[in-house]
């Protein structure tokens, strides 16, 4: 039984060590993959990323310990800048930590933003004809609030079925959404002009008042 344990230990070394080879080589494969997409696309594609939506705050659920912003896409969609990216963090401890990794897709707004998420409220039981009964909204900016959630927005929302799916936060100098997946430039693009069709119906007055207090 001596005898064996060193040899027990060498394979579970070799298998670990071809475990990380196995895992790094994905690494690659996959970002050349986004990098080619990006090529293609007219876009940029960064690996590593700090802060790619600079002073803008996540939503509390995607980040955490040694939070990470990886595979980052950058371009333009129409005449809108838009970023794409997982955002990844630990969780749990010992045996059970793991990684966990959503993908975040913003649209830069037309000016500065006060903080407002707007989540879908998910209950079967609750009526989809009014935007207070669907939808929960909290905000640091209740005239911002008012000024983004107009009659015209509040409907559209309503009314539109990806409204029901992703969830929306204004932070910064840009409107993001996230989901815990990893990063698919086309199902990203999807979200970015889910994005985009909402900036295009806010008044702009929402962010020139912002503007003028700042």
Do not use: C
Not at 50 to 65: K, W
Not at 67 to 73: A, I, P
Not at 111 to 119: D, M, R, V
Not at 127 to 136: K, L, P, Q, V
Request: proline share 6%; no cysteine.
């Amino acid at each position: 039984m001596e005898g064996a344990l060193p040899t027990i230990a060498l394979v579970a070394v070799v298998v670990s060590a071809g475990a990380i080879a196995v895992a790094a080589h994905f690494r690659k494969e996959r970002a050349a993959a986004l990098r080619g997409w990006a090529r293609a696309h007219g876009w940029t594609y960064t690996d590593h990323l700090p802060h790619p939506l600079g002073e803008s705050t996540l939503p509390r659920s995607t980040v955490g310990p040694h939070s990470r912003s990886r595979h980052v896409l950058a371009g333009r969609r129409g005449r809108h800048p838009v970023i794409a990216f997982e955002q990844t963090h630990t969780v749990g401890r010992g045996t059970d930590k793991d990684r966990r990794t959503h993908r975040i897709v913003a649209v830069r707004t037309p000016g500065h933003n006060a903080e407002l998420q707007i989540l879908h409220r998910r209950d079967p039981n609750v009526s989809e004809d009014a935007f207070g009964d669907a939808f929960h909204a909290t905000g640091s900016d209740p005239e911002f609030t008012e000024a983004v959630l107009d009659g015209t927005v509040t409907t559209w929302m309503l009314h539109d079925p990806r409204s029901r799916s992703l969830p929306i936060r204004f932070s910064g100098d840009y409107v993001l959404t996230w989901a815990a997946m990893r990063l698919d430039p086309d199902r990203a693009l999807t979200a970015a002009d889910y994005l985009i069709d909402l900036v295009e119906r806010i008044p702009v007055d929402a962010w020139k008042r912002r503007t003028s207090d700042l």
